[in-house]
């Protein structure tokens, strides 16, 4: 295998990735980069649009997505499938405006109450969003959520709705919380209704600089790598 240095003078690799892994992306891309390993342009946008980018053929040499978007892609053909790796599990939180009540959610119970409560809520339309709608199926309160519950359009963070005032209640992964201005991060989801998503990455079967690409993801599951994942409020994947 070959070390970071020796791939420098290849041409910088390009990626793109949903919202819910951009800053940790940024902080490990460049502290591969400072360690004399190959930059990587990253674009970062909803992870719907991006996988469907990727299906359209756009050029990329990785894809950062929830796992399951990934092996789409992979039956797609769109991904080498030996090249994927998870990255990081991440869980979902909670967040009011910057001064707002701050409501109790140390239980299921407590947040089903809290979502009634709400004036309206929001969630994004990744794979946490969808979890969330069937949680309420289950719940029975589908229907009395009818026009209180606003939708982020993709790419934008649910907590930018809630730090304008235009959602009271909000629920997005804590990575995309968790260095945002004007909310009030109330924490997780309790346990027993955590949506865990696992983030993967994968090479594109077009790439032309696949061992580039094989020694960055290399770097991005090392045990290196896993203090950058607590800090942006992830943890590292199993294998």
């Known amino acids: 295998m070959q070390s ?11 990626g793109i990735s949903s919202m819910a892994t951009r800053q940790l992306l940024n902080e490990l891309l460049a502290l591969y980069a400072a360690r004399g390993g190959s930059t990587l342009q990253l674009e ?17 040499d990785i894809v950062f ?3 399951d978007a990934i092996d789409k892609l992979v039956a ?3 991904l080498d499938a030996q090249s994927k790796v998870n990255l990081a599990d991440s869980g979902v939180a909670l967040a009011v405006r910057a001064g707002a009540a701050q409501p109790d959610i140390r239980s299921a119970e407590a947040v ?9 809520i929001s969630y994004s339309t990744g794979p946490s969003g969808v979890a969330l709608a069937k949680l309420f199926d289950v719940w029975g309160i589908t229907d009395q959520l009818q026009g209180r519950i606003v939708q982020a ?3 934008v963070p649910v907590g930018t709705l809630v730090a304008r005032g235009e959602v009271e209640l909000g629920f997005q992964q804590l990575s995309e919380l968790i260095n945002l201005e004007g909310i009030t991060l109330l924490g997780n989801l309790p346990p027993e ?23 960055l993801l ?17 943890e590292p994947a199993a294998a």
Do not use: C, Y
């Open 4 to 14: 970071p240095s020796s791939v420098t003078s290849a041409p910088a690799l390009k």
């Open 44 to 60: 970062s946008v909803g992870g719907v649009d991006a996988a469907k980018r990727v299906q359209a053929d756009e050029p990329f």
């Open 65 to 67: 997505l929830a796992s």
């Open 76 to 78: 797609a053909g769109k």
């Open 112 to 120: 089903r109450q809290a979502v009634l409560a709400a004036r309206n």
């Open 153 to 155: 359009p993709p790419g």
């Open 193 to 215: 209704i955590q949506i865990t998503t696992t983030f993967s990455a994968a090479i594109t079967s077009a790439s032309a600089h696949k061992k580039a690409a094989q020694e």
């Open 218 to 234: 290399h770097f991005l599951v090392s045990d290196d790598a896993a203090a950058a994942k607590r800090r942006q409020g992830m």
